[in-house]
């Protein structure tokens, strides 16, 4: 799956969840948060798109989605990107290199 198409998907399913996405520009490396009531995730949209995968990946990670619809495909992306996530510490993730086709 091309990476543009998987960031839109993971995208629209961390939005289901309740969360906005703010893309900005900066030196940051990007995170979720609950601002006010508010649940954020907030992007550098500088990154990499395959960075911008991962922390989407990371946001999803330990939410409750069994009652989510994913699609197969996507669902296989996210258990593959988990995956090597517990295989890195969490320093490592945003500089892991997340090959996609």
Do not use: H
Request: overall charge negative; hydrophobic content about 35%.
């Amino acid at each position: 799956m091309k990476t543009e198409k998987l960031l839109l998907e993971l995208e629209q399913l961390v939005e289901q969840l309740g969360y906005t996405i703010r893309k900005e520009k900066g030196t940051f490396r990007g995170d979720s948060c609950v601002m006010e009531g508010d649940k954020l995730v907030v992007m550098n949209k500088k990154k990499p798109e395959q960075q911008q995968v991962g922390l989407l990946a990371r946001v999803l990670k330990d939410k409750e989605l069994q009652d989510m619809y994913i699609k197969p495909v996507i669902r296989k992306e996210l258990e593959d990107l988990w995956e090597r996530f517990d295989k890195f510490k969490e320093s490592e993730i945003e500089e892991m290199d997340i090959e996609l086709e």
